[in-house]
């Protein structure tokens, strides 16, 4: 046999192979063109058909080791800082000697999006919806907590603004109870690991609104200690797993434990490769892209979720208390808390589903979710700078209008391709049209009368365009059920 390609791999003799199998299949002959090498002799995909496999000279990892190891060193750091391991969190009386909170921006920004991200990419080429939705939305949400935590520290937002968090955590705890479920089919040590991981972020979602302890009125650590302590839940069982995961030691058993759960569950919707074709050569290694509607549906309803309790004030996060305007405790202004999540984590999300669904031939996906992360994205950057350094409003949003005028109409077109796919897809996006538009009318104060001020304040606009974003994000939490697991109704 001729040498193989230093560079690429390449054995000459492949080729000769390749050729004679094209040659037999010109011929009507595909089922006597079995290649010389046993290998690549192979069923096309477990189907019934005399496919001829051709030897691949790519082989793709698995990226589920390194998603472990991610979710393991990000929730061991959180479960340190907030049981405040070796001085590196806060005590009753304020912070220890070793605070460590400035560095927790660095790893959510850097280390955990860059890992998470990767592992995401490789899984959502090799079939795996779960692996490739969970792992590019956690690095969505993790980094735009890193953003949240920077501007936080930079004194550029409010102490009780951190209420605001707590929302984008508590649409994160639905989002992997969803996953919890498709993990439990594939192993119950993978849907107990998920089911923690839903736990810590609605733990540290009611510890940013301090609802843990009594910290709100007095110093008090105990909401800090109990969410550390689902982190570190989390933080071992993935150490533990990776052991298994990446050495193949004791795998049989972890994931060969009595699974009644996912048995209940069922196989999930569209599994296996389609049977092979006869005649068709086929590689051995496939790509294999998901469907990334179920991230994209993520991303839409954890960010309106959370412009809907910012604009309704839920827990004082817009205007607060009008009765007392002075005092922190009842003034928990977060719009400051939108920014990272509209910059980082919305794009993330949306523009790794625009261009699977690219790949997958989705003409409404692509356009729609490329063009909402430009948007949403914009509206990041636009509340960054009209904020200014002092965290308050500063500028006129009336100009911004006009981009959410023309974000209504693109959505009206969208509308009438989703209706084609499904009833619920085009009330979807006629309900994100309109959502645009009245959200757009905010902008420039087109709902509210603006001559009243105080405790007299008009707030009409707020809560129309805040509905509005609750209609949305509701549909987006519905529909990630039956688009990620199959359960449920798509009419």
């Known amino acids: 046999m ?11 003799a492949d080729m000769a192979q390749l050729q004679a199998a094209v040659k037999a299949l010109q011929e009507g002959g595909a089922s006597k063109a079995a290649p010389a090498d046993p290998e690549a002799n192979v069923g096309g995909g477990g189907g019934g058909g005399n496919a001829s496999a051709v030897k691949s000279w790519h082989k793709m990892v698995d990226g589920n080791g390194l998603a472990l190891m991610c979710f393991g060193f990000s929730t061991f750091m959180f479960f340190a800082f907030n049981c405040n391991i070796d001085g590196v969190g806060a005590k009753k009386e304020g912070t220890d000697v070793n605070f460590g909170v400035f560095f927790l921006c660095d790893m ?12 995401g990419l490789v899984q959502g080429l090799q079939g795996d919806h779960l692996g490739f939705t ?24 409010p102490v009780y603004s951190t209420y605001m968090i707590s929302y984008m955590l508590y649409a ?20 107990i690991l998920y089911f923690f991981v839903a736990v810590m972020f609605l733990m540290v979602g009611l510890n940013f609104s301090q609802l843990l302890d009594d910290s709100a009125n007095k110093p008090d650590v105990g909401g800090n200690r109990i969410a550390g302590a689902v982190c570190a839940i989390v933080a071992f069982s993935c150490a533990f797993l990776l052991i298994p995961v990446m050495t193949g030691l004791g795998a049989a058993q972890v994931f060969g434990l009595p699974n009644p759960i996912g048995a209940a569950l ?11 074709e006869d005649g068709v050569i086929e590689p051995q290694t496939k790509i294999k892209l998901v ?3 179920g991230l994209a ?13 910012f604009l309704n004030n839920l827990q004082g996060l817009n205007w607060g208390d009008l009765k007392a305007p002075d005092d922190p405790k009842k003034n928990h202004m977060g719009i400051g808390h939108l920014q990272g999540m509209l910059y980082w984590g919305v794009p993330c999300a949306l523009i790794t589903a625009g261009v699977f669904q690219f790949a997958n031939g989705d003409h409404l996906g692509f356009t729609s979710y490329i063009f909402h992360a430009t948007i949403l994205g914009t509206t990041g950057w636009y509340i960054e700078d009209a904020l200014g350094e002092d965290g308050y409003s500063t500028v006129s949003n009336y100009i911004f209008s006009y981009y959410y005028y023309a974000a209504a109409w693109f959505n009206m077109v969208f509308t009438i391709m989703a209706f084609r796919i499904a009833k619920m897809f085009g009330v979807l996006y006629f309900s994100v049209g309109l959502m645009f538009f009245l959200v757009g009318l905010k902008w420039s104060e087109k709902m509210t009368d603006i001559t009243k001020t105080g405790v007299d304040a008009d707030k009409t606009g707020y809560h129309i365009s805040g509905f509005s974003c609750l209609n949305v994000a509701l549909q987006c939490f519905y529909l990630f059920l039956p688009v990620m697991t199959g359960k449920g109704i798509i009419m």
């Open 108 to 119: 959510l920004q850097w280390g955990v999006t860059v890992g998470l991200i990767a592992a």
């Open 2 to 12: 001729a040498d193989q390609c230093v560079l690429c791999g390449f054995v000459p």
């Open 297 to 309: 549906l993520s991303a839409f309803g954890f960010s309106t979720w959370m412009f809907f309790a």
């Open 266 to 276: 069922g196989p999930a919707p569209g599994g296996g490769d389609a049977p092979a």
């Open 291 to 293: 469907d990334a509607n």
């Open 172 to 191: 994160s705890f639905w989002h992997n109870i969803v996953f919890t479920m498709m993990a439990f089919r594939a192993a119950t040590v993978f849907g």
């Open 134 to 157: 969970s792992y590019i939305y956690h690095a969505a949400i993790l980094g735009s907590l890193g953003y949240q935590f920077e501007d936080m520290l930079q004194a550029k937002l």
